[in-house]
């Protein structure tokens, strides 16, 4: 039996799967991820992505930092692709429990997935850090410069910043449901950024599934590992 058989076995025999991911998963949809030939470190900035969307970096060169964060972050044309699609039927089909991703993107959302954790949060929801109005990502990407609420301050994305904590409740529902999945499906993840690439550790299962273009670091832990696209891997359950 091959790897894409025996995920879709697994799969078949399970009504108890997460889905972990990262950006990875949204590539296929055009959104560069960090670490890929033509991800984000192999552009040229000034400064690397992890220093941009640092908190330090945001407080010291606002401006600089919402340069980068509309160019790069925002994806609006973005269509979610054949993985997302995938995982949202599987969701419907009550064999998925929850996607966990690590993607700012809304992608997930937008293919149909209702239990969806952000570990990192969303573009699609910013907030006026003196007086907590709600904007959308259009405001973002509208405002000239610095985006600025009706009251005078500036608007920050709902998007945890390199040294910025991880929602505590986001965190312990990504626990909950990874204790207790049957298999996991890990994909689209160097599986290098932490707290979240240690979620891995709380899974007690025997079918660890690991879908990447490129080897992760906890390759030798997985019980099976596809070696290559997520969205042409997932496709099958698109299938009828
Ligand atoms: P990463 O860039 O560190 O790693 C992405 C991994 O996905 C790489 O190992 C790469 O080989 C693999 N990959 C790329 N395309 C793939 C595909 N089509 N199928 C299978 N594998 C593929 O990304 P990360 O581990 O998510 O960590 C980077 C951080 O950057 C995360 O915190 C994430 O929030 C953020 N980020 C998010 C987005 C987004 O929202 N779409 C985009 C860029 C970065």
Same mark, same amino acid.
Do not use: F, Q
């Given at each position: 039996m091959d790897g894409k058989q025996k995920l879709k076995q697994w799969v078949e025999d399970s009504g108890n799967i997460v889905f972990f991911g990262g950006a990875g998963v949204s590539t296929e949809s055009g959104i560069p991820d960090f670490r890929s030939v033509d991800g984000l470190y192999r552009q040229q900035y000034d400064y690397p992505p992890e220093t941009i969307l640092s908190h330090t970096f945001y407080e010291r060169h606002t401006g600089e930092f919402f340069r980068f964060y509309k160019n790069k972050?925002?994806?609006?044309d973005a269509k979610p692709n054949a993985a997302h699609l995938a995982l949202a039927r599987l969701e419907e089909e009550g064999k998925l429990r929850a996607v966990i991703t690590q993607?700012? &993107?809304g992608l997930h959302q937008m293919a149909?997935?209702?239990?969806?954790?952000?570990?990192?949060?969303?573009?699609?929801r910013n907030y006026c850090t003196r007086c907590g109005k709600f904007y959308d990502a259009d405001h973002i990407l509208n405002s000239e410069g610095i985006p600025l609420c009706q009251c005078g301050g500036i608007v920050k994305p709902d998007v945890v910043l390199y040294e910025e904590g991880l929602d505590y409740g986001t965190m312990q529902r990504a626990i909950s449901f990874i204790s207790g999945a049957d298999v996991l499906i890990i994909g689209g993840?160097?599986?290098?950024?932490y707290p979240a690439a240690g979620?891995? &550790?709380y899974y007690r299962g025997h079918k660890l599934v690991l879908i990447n273009k490129g080897a992760t670091p906890m390759d030798s832990r997985a019980d099976l590992v596809i070696g290559g696209a997520i969205g042409e891997t997932l496709k099958m359950f698109l299938e009828p």
């Open positions: 972050m925002i994806c609006k993607n700012i &993107d149909g997935s209702r239990t969806v954790l952000e570990l990192h949060g969303s573009v699609h993840t160097s599986l290098t950024v979620l891995v &550790d």
